[in-house]
């Protein structure tokens, strides 16, 4: 995909450099504590600190020998500090680093994905205002209902995107959460002090009770809310796309001067961009499935949820930001069409007026099955041989005389529908 995307900053969160940087992270921060309990000498403290470091091409040969991820790390880590190295990963296990990392991760790349909330948001909230009054035809079932307005239409995707937001925050403060508490979680060889230190210093919660592992409810979790919020962009993606087709071309996506639509028509120009967020959103929901399956693990812990997520996580929320960077860009330069919104509103005659026919019938004193049949009616020939409901509604015996022509038109005017816009606008802050 060649396209705008530009920053490198979630990228580089999931690389192998910062991987291995924060699993050494942890290791230091739990040597400090150690010292502070008596456990690591003062001066293979300092030697620790000074030396530790790694070599990604080394801990990849240790670990084709060895098939084990940590410790490959922990003896290329060593050969770098030497006899002191003795001390470190002192009564911890693999997933006291990895899923304590892990958490790190997720909190830095939550902060991204919720920066990138705050862009979409912002204008979503500004483009609803600028189309806060312009009519358009509301649809259900693909067929004309009544009318709404385009910044209605924005303002509700700007509500949800608040949500999003909202859900993601308190999916990013549950998944910041660290353990150092040993093999099944019982501290047997480590003092809970450490655990308090390094989540502390690394800005989370304990986890209050864990097995080998943290629980994976808490990655679920996020993984179901970037899929939520992945939704809510293919919602935005997929009405852009119906409203560029051909019959309808009320609103469209992005197309530059140099832009090609087709090898074969030069007349094209396609949603690519919509189609494209349509398509991830399955990965990004699919992804949020395997992570709920990595919730139930054997007894303390397996190892079936590891595979899986070094693929889900970073995978989800590389995806999530892209998305968002492509959804900010479509509804920011999203061409409108308000003259073709109000084509389509006149393209059948005014039947999208038979609710308010109906109710001045029924409180004209019809019954409400008398009435309907009425306007079902009149309504059933307009769409058949074409005209005016309005027109109909004046030439028939059974609406003459209950309803004075002042007051037919009165209903068949589009101001009627708009009259509580701005309520709605008011309702939510706009």
């Not at 030697?47 to 040969?61: L, M, P």
């Not at 608040?162 to 099944?184: D, F, M, P, T, Y």
């Not at 308090?196 to 864990?210: D, I, K, N, T």
Request: aromatic share 6%; with cysteine; net charge neutral.
């Amino acid at each position: 995909m060649i396209d705008r995307y530009t920053r490198p900053r979630m990228g580089a969160i999931w690389s192998e450099q910062h991987k291995f940087e924060t699993w050494l992270r942890v290791e230091l921060l739990a040597c400090e504590a150690q010292h502070r309990l008596g456990r690591i000498p003062a001066g293979d403290l300092k030697i620790i600190q000074e030396k530790a470091g790694f070599d990604i091409a080394r801990i990849g040969q240790i670990e084709a020998e060895v098939q084990h991820d940590v410790i490959a790390f922990l003896t290329a880590v060593g050969e770098r500090v030497g006899p002191s190295a003795r001390y470190i990963h002192l009564g911890m296990t693999s997933s006291d680093v990895l899923d304590t990392s892990w958490a790190v991760l997720l909190k830095e790349a939550g902060a991204e994905l919720l920066a990138g909330l705050d862009r979409l948001a912002a204008v979503l909230r500004q483009r609803a205002v600028e189309f806060k009054r312009v009519p358009m035809m509301g649809r259900s079932h693909g067929i004309h209902a009544e009318p709404t307005t385009f910044g209605l239409k924005l303002a509700l995707w700007w509500q949800e995107c608040l949500r999003n937001r909202e859900r993601l925050q308190r999916a990013v403060e549950s998944v910041s959460c660290g353990k150092i508490s040993g093999a099944v979680g019982t501290f047997a060889h480590i003092d809970p002090a450490v655990e308090e230190h390094v989540c502390r210093e690394l800005g989370l919660a304990p986890e209050p009770v864990s097995t080998q592992v943290v629980q994976r409810d808490r990655h679920a979790e996020f993984l179901c809310v970037l899929a939520l919020a992945s939704a809510s962009i293919e919602k935005i993606a997929l009405e852009v796309r119906h409203l560029q087709r051909t019959e309808v071309r009320e609103a469209e996506e992005p197309f530059s001067a140099k832009q090609k639509g087709s090898s074969a028509m030069p007349h094209k120009r396609n949603p690519i961009v919509c189609e494209r967020l349509c398509g991830l959103a399955r990965l990004v929901r699919a992804n949020a499935q395997a992570g709920l399956e990595n919730v139930a693990l054997w007894h303390e812990r397996d190892i079936s949820h590891s595979s899986a997520e070094r693929v889900i996580i970073p995978d989800s929320a590389i995806l999530m930001d892209y998305m968002l960077d492509k959804a900010e860009w479509l509804v920011r330069g999203m061409r409108v069409h308000p003259e073709r919104m109000m084509a389509n509103l006149e393209v059948s005659g005014g039947l999208f007026f038979s609710q308010g026919l109906l109710l001045a019938l029924v409180e004209s004193g019809l019954s409400r099955e008398e009435a309907y049949g009425i306007v079902q009616g009149l309504s059933l020939e307009v769409w058949e041989k074409g005209g005016a409901l309005r027109k109909r509604a004046g030439e028939e015996p059974g609406i003459t005389k209950r309803l004075s022509p002042e007051t037919l038109d009165g209903i068949f005017d589009l101001k009627h529908y708009l009259g509580k816009v701005d309520h709605i606008f008011q309702r939510i802050g706009l």
